[in-house]
């Protein structure tokens, strides 16, 4: 087995131990000791949540106090103290319904979202950075001044343009590549620090 291969193996056998639902849970961790974006309390929205597995690292974080809200256009197995909707994130409306389920605006805003793959590079890089402009007009209307925001992006000519888009909106916006990825994916995360609260319902 490649030293690749054997890494994705790993992820998979650690999920399945810990009970995540996915290996994705091991990048948002990873994503959390760098940055600290989840604490106690918050309110948070994760978008493109299936199978549910950054629901669970979210959910553990909050606490109590804290709300997690999942959106996907897929069904998700129900998941303790988790809100789920199905959803679009290209729909223009979903903003105003999330914010209605969350009763305030978030803290943080997380974006895993991936469009189903045709292999052709570009085309691709292209999709999936339209979905993820989406999510990204969507984290404006419903994150607090000052709030945080993971955005995964598949990495191609235009991804320094969504960068760039990104800072006119947050304060700090940093390209974080997880060990947790595969080395051959194009994806990348744009962890979004410091929301300037601008566009807010
Ligand atoms: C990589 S998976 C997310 C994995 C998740 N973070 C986890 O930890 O389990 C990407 C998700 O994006 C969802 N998705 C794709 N297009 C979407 C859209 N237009 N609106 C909402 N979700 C979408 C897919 O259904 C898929 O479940």
Redesign the pocket.
């Known amino acids: 087995m490649r030293l690749q291969e054997a890494k994705y193996e790993l992820y998979r056998r650690l999920a399945k131990e810990r009970g995540y639902?996915?290996r994705?849970?091991f990048k948002?961790m990873e994503i959390n000791r760098s940055y600290h974006i989840i604490r106690r309390g918050m309110y948070i929205v994760?978008?493109?949540?299936?199978?549910?597995?950054?629901?669970q690292v979210g959910k553990k974080f909050v606490g109590g106090y804290g709300k997690v809200l999942g959106?996907?256009?897929?069904p998700v197995e129900p998941l303790l103290n988790v809100q789920i909707i199905k959803?679009?994130?290209?729909d223009t409306s979903l903003a105003e319904k999330i914010r209605e389920l969350m009763g305030r605006n978030v803290n943080l805003v997380l974006s895993?979202?991936?469009?189903n793959i045709t292999g052709v590079w570009q085309l691709d890089h292209i999709k999936q950075l339209s979905?993820t402009e989406n999510a990204a007009t969507i984290a404006y209307k419903i994150l607090t001044r000052n709030g945080n925001a993971v955005f995964?992006a598949f990495e191609g000519n235009m991804l320094n343009e969504l960068r760039d888009r990104l800072k006119v909106k947050f304060n700090n916006v940093r390209f974080y590549k997880p060990r947790a990825s595969r080395k051959a994916s194009s994806e990348i995360y744009l962890v979004c620090l410091g929301y300037k609260g601008s566009e807010q319902i």
Not at 46 to 55: E, F, R, V
Not at 71 to 74: A, C, E, G, R, S
């Open positions: 639902r996915s994705a849970a948002l994760d978008l493109g949540c299936a199978p549910g597995g950054w629901l959106v996907d256009i897929y959803g679009d994130v290209n895993d979202i991936a469009p979905m995964k």
